[in-house]
């Protein structure tokens, strides 16, 4: 049996490494970063998932991997100085890996975008505890609030925060990916994974309004939803993604590439994610962690370490 085991370890190994030589060969110029900026917070030693502030567009937040309490930090993207911050109070943080906004919808939408099953009218935040290196958690967990004021700092009571515990379809896997597709009004998680084959779950935010806060009472859990796998993407490592709401555009990055998958007039998801990405090699930082797009189509990045880097990249 170990020989087995060994065997195919180091089959998936020597694909991964194929996987990646023969991406390389295909890559186009660096992905340059063309504006560094320094997050100052010493408290914020991993930077992880990312998302621009819609109530201020020069605003950014972001947050801790494992090891922190429940709260998030937000910055001036220009300056790097913090604006404010937000605690969620009595919320888990086992493992938040990435972090995406809902963008405010118009009244005529025919999605419902809301925890109290109206249409949007504040945008929205929602950060993925998802983490899960070693594939054993039963469930992982998506927590939804109203962005509050990127230039204060927020402590939010257990009522103004949903939570719904997600379980993956076909089993356990590590995820430090998400982004929103307001099309279908779905949160998609991207799987972490060694070799190049990376699920796309899908989880609608329906179940989401009127959802119980674990908190509330102290003793009920959060609603559980099965997260459907859509497809697989071709990406290994994925640690972060994003939709620009302008242009329809996602790009998904890892440790040392962008991926980006340009949308087409008629495009769902599975037609857009189907065709092959574009995709450039990442500058030499030390762990990329997370992306977002800026109100101006641009894509930023974030690192782990202290002091934080925020870079723009090229478009």
Known sequence: MLSQLTSKTSIAIILTILCLLCVG???????????????????????????????????????????????????????????????????????????????????????????DGKTAAQPELIVADCGDNHGRRSNVTLYRFAEPDPHADTKLSSKEWSAIAV?????????????????????????????????????????????????????????????????????????????????GEIIVVNYWQTFRFPQQ?????????????KSTKLPKWRQVEAVAWDKASQPWITTEGVPAQLGKLRN
């Open 167 to 247: 379980t993956l379809e076909g089993g356990a896997v590590n995820c430090e990916a998400i982004w929103y597709e307001s099309a279908t009004n779905q949160v998609i998680l991207l799987a972490k994974t060694v070799t190049p084959f990376a699920g796309v779950y899908g989880v609608s935010l329906d179940p989401l309004n009127g959802a119980r806060n674990p908190a509330t009472t102290g003793q009920e859990e959060p609603q559980t939803v099965v997260a459907k796998r859509l497809a697989t993407l071709p990406v290994p490592a994925a640690t972060g993604a994003d939709r620009d709401q302008a242009s």
């Open 25 to 115: 060969t295909f890559l186009g110029a660096e992905d340059g970063v063309v504006t560094t900026v320094t997050l100052q917070e010493p408290k914020l030693t991993e930077s992880s998932g990312l998302a621009f502030s819609h109530r201020d567009p020069d605003c950014v937040w972001t947050h801790n991997d494992s090891g922190d309490s429940a709260r998030l930090f937000c910055f001036n993207h220009k300056t790097g100085e913090q604006t404010g911050s937000c605690v969620l109070k009595d919320a888990k943080a086992i493992d938040w890996e990435a972090l995406s906004l809902i963008a405010p919808r118009s009244p005529d939408s025919a999605i419902t975008a809301s925890t």
């Open 265 to 277: 007039p008629g495009d769902d998801l599975l037609t857009q994610i189907s065709r092959t990405p």
